[in-house]
């Protein structure tokens, strides 16, 4: 009798944990942003247009400033590069950063052969999302910092939110601890609390 009670009481304890275990809480939607670097307003313009034809209206512009990265993307790129951050207006699910990523691969690849700059990439995209408490980058290079994904991709958190600001890491690229990027990554992380203000739906932790 206490045997089978004891086994009663062990698998109604399994049995709990399980479904303890399985639950899963609402997951918070992401702004979508994109960097877009090249030395051609052309190339930046094509970007700008093929981006809001896939992925919808641009809802911020962040300033467009001089890209600087010791030299790493002259002999592809040139010099005298330019950068600007976007976001979309409308929130995203942030699952699908590991697409996100390919389909920008994928458009450089088709601004480049339709181009006629003499640079191998006159264009370069490295899509993100930022959300209330970081910023998070996709990228095809594994380094100790980052998760990976799928289809070749991992994910790094460059910026978290911590004490009202944006803080970096030791492995934060130098062009993403500037107070431009901070300017525009607090304005994205409004337009999310806005969203989930209006919808109601934070997650509850």
């Known amino acids: 009798m206490r045997r089978d009670l004891a086994k009663h009481s062990a698998a109604r304890f399994a049995s709990l944990a399980i479904a303890f275990m399985a639950a899963t809480r609402p997951i918070e939607p992401v702004i979508r942003f994109c960097a877009v670097i090249s030395r051609y307003e ?3 313009d094509w970007a700008l247009r093929r981006i809001e034809s896939h992925w919808g209206p641009i809802g911020l512009r ?14 592809t ?8 951050l976007v976001a ?6 942030p699952a699908g950063l590991a697409d996100w990523k390919c389909e920008t691969n994928q ?9 006629a700059h003499d640079e191998a990439r006159p264009l370069n995209l490295d899509p ?23 289809h070749g991709m991992f994910a790094e958190v460059t910026l978290n939110y911590v004490g009202k600001k944006w803080i970096h890491h030791r492995w934060t690229y130098p062009d993403y601890r ?11 992380r409004d337009q999310v609390r806005q969203h989930l203000i209006a919808t109601g739906g934070f997650r509850n932790v």
């Open 62 to 75: 962040g300033k467009p400033t001089p890209f600087v990265a010791g030299g790493f993307y002259d002999a």
């Open 42 to 44: 052309a190339a930046r």
């Open 178 to 188: 500037t107070p431009e990027v901070a300017e525009f990554t607090q304005s994205c």
């Open 107 to 115: 458009w450089e690849l088709d601004y480049a052969q339709s181009s």
């Open 88 to 93: 979309i207006k409308d929130v995203s699910d």
């Open 77 to 84: 790129m040139g010099d005298g590069l330019i950068k600007q």
């Open 128 to 150: 993100g999302y930022i959300t209330q408490a970081k910023l998070v980058l996709a990228t095809t290079k594994d380094r100790d910092h980052r998760l990976y994904l799928r």
